[in-house]
């Protein structure tokens, strides 16, 4: 919007006038807003001008961002994904002036300890076409699938992060599979609005963010489900479990320390051995499959 540069992120949207619907009339686009976009407008001008005007960009050089992710991906070849990488951290920083989304406040610590971490997740969770990182157990591959096979389900894969805060692992995922259909659950309105704008910014395709509890969703109605740094894990482990489709994947981004507490919590789930996170001594990555239950 010409003359408000920090309010060019804002989505507009028509929607035609009806009862309950919060609007507010801009005279330059001279549209009615939906209640998600007002929602973006008073965060954001929640924060003092003069604050937002003085935020400097945080864009991190490409190069820098792929030897940063060397360790837990290999190399990176996507130039599109290292450029949505620092789009989101610039975002990500500018937004956590104004609400709390994370404690890291470095760019390069935010690649190596939340896009690290996300995309090796990525990487064992879908891997590419011809990937040989499928996981096995006892020699056998865990999904019972061949690649080729993995490649084409990727494509129908639905994937729901709960607890999605400021989108890890839930968009880095996206990012490495874009043909995947995304659901973010993230019931703090402030941080499913940030969610919002970032998809938006980053065009991201088939996304849905839910900014509600994970209970109140049906149950069986995702192919993968993720989480990570579970707080109430007794709570929120067995709800996300339900969301898991028959045959469909749990995978948690914990410490280790949690590991017996999350096998005791599901014991009927068939759980691989634990992952190591790259470059971490205590974090790893739990798959558990929930065939058969």
């Known amino acids: 919007m010409a003359g408000f540069p920090h309010l060019s992120g804002v989505r507009s949207c028509r929607r035609a006038s009806r009862p309950g619907v919060l609007r507010a009339w801009l005279p330059a686009e001279r549209c009615y807003w939906s209640r998600n976009c007002c929602q973006s407008l008073l965060l954001l001008l929640s924060a003092p001008l003069v604050s937002v005007f003085a935020l400097q960009s945080t864009r991190m050089d490409a190069t820098r961002i792929a030897e940063l992710l060397h360790p837990f991906v290999g190399d990176v070849d996507n130039q599109k994904l290292i450029a949505d990488i620092s789009t989101y951290i610039d975002i990500?920083?500018?937004?956590?002036?104004?609400?709390?989304?994370?404690?890291?406040?470095?760019?390069?610590?935010?690649?190596?300890?939340?896009?690290?971490?996300?995309?090796?997740?990525a990487r064992m969770?879908?891997?590419?076409?011809?990937?040989?990182?499928?996981?096995?157990?006892?020699?056998?591959?865990?999904?019972?699938?061949?690649?080729d096979q993995r490649s084409i389900a990727r494509e129908r894969h639905h994937v729901?992060?709960?607890?999605?805060?400021?989108?890890?692992p839930g968009i880095p995922l996206k990012l490495w599979a874009p043909e995947i259909y995304l659901t973010l659950i993230e019931s703090n309105l402030k941080k499913a609005t940030f969610l919002r704008e970032l998809a938006r910014t980053i065009t991201l395709t088939n996304i849905n963010i839910?900014?509600?509890?994970?209970?109140?969703?049906?149950?069986?109605?995702?192919?993968?489900?993720?989480?990570?740094?579970v707080e109430r894990l007794e709570t929120v482990l067995p709800t996300a479990a339900e969301l898991v489709r028959s045959a469909g994947r749990l995978a948690l981004l914990i410490g280790a320390a949690q590991l017996?507490?999350?096998?005791?919590?599901?014991?009927?789930?068939?759980?691989?051995?634990?992952?190591?996170?790259p470059?971490?001594?205590?974090?790893?990555?739990?798959?558990?499959?929930?065939?058969?239950i």
């Open 92 to 121: 990500l920083l500018r937004w956590n002036q104004r609400i709390n989304l994370t404690a890291i406040r470095d760019p390069e610590q935010i690649v190596t300890r939340h896009f690290g971490e996300s995309l090796f997740a």
């Open 125 to 147: 969770l879908l891997p590419r076409h011809g990937s040989s990182l499928d996981h096995q157990e006892g020699g056998h591959n865990f999904s019972g699938r061949t690649s």
């Open 160 to 168: 729901a992060d709960v607890g999605s805060g400021a989108g890890f």
């Open 210 to 229: 839910q900014d509600v509890r994970a209970e109140t969703l049906a149950p069986a109605s995702f192919d993968l489900v993720t989480m990570r740094a």
């Open 260 to 277: 017996d507490r999350v096998h005791a919590l599901l014991p009927r789930w068939r759980w691989l051995t634990a992952t190591p996170i």
């Open 279 to 292: 470059l971490s001594a205590s974090r790893i990555l739990a798959i558990a499959n929930r065939a058969g």
